[in-house]
């Protein structure tokens, strides 16, 4: 059974950093595309970022250059590194996995497994 579990949301002040974390259990990280999608109220869940098997990667427009997403292979996770935070950053966060390695997507039919969300509030 496939499990994601993330950890690390919390409330900043704009302009701050957070590292979301996923940890996967009944999964291997490696092995195929993994993302980090996000849902602010009243919206509808977008992509953040997304890396594959082989480490190419894809940001959205709106957090290039601030967010990193990256894979730890010895513990079986999924990271975000968010940095210089703004309120349009606030949403919950979701880890996804993929059942295949192709290309790295934003796309949220492209994932079969999600987690439950970290909660994540950028104030002004």
């Known amino acids: 059974q496939v499990q994601l579990v993330e950890s690390g949301g919390a409330s900043v002040q704009a302009g701050g950093s957070l590292r979301l974390s996923c940890a996967a259990s009944?999964?291997?990280?490696?092995?195929?595309?993994m993302g980090w999608f996000r849902q602010a109220p009243g919206k509808e869940r977008e992509g953040v970022a997304s890396i594959n098997p082989f480490g190419v990667i894809i940001y959205a427009d709106s957090v290039k250059g601030r967010f990193t997403i990256s894979k730890d292979y010895a513990e079986n996770t999924l990271s975000l590194q968010m940095n210089t935070l703004k309120p349009d950053d606030t949403a919950m966060y979701y880890c996804?996995?993929?059942?295949?390695?192709?290309?790295?997507?934003?796309?949220?039919?492209?994932?079969?497994?999600w987690g439950q969300g970290t909660q994540v509030a950028v104030s002004s």
């Open positions: 009944g999964y291997t990280v490696a092995r195929n595309r």
């Open positions: 996804a996995a993929s059942l295949y390695w192709g290309p790295p997507s934003l796309v949220t039919a492209d994932y079969h497994y």
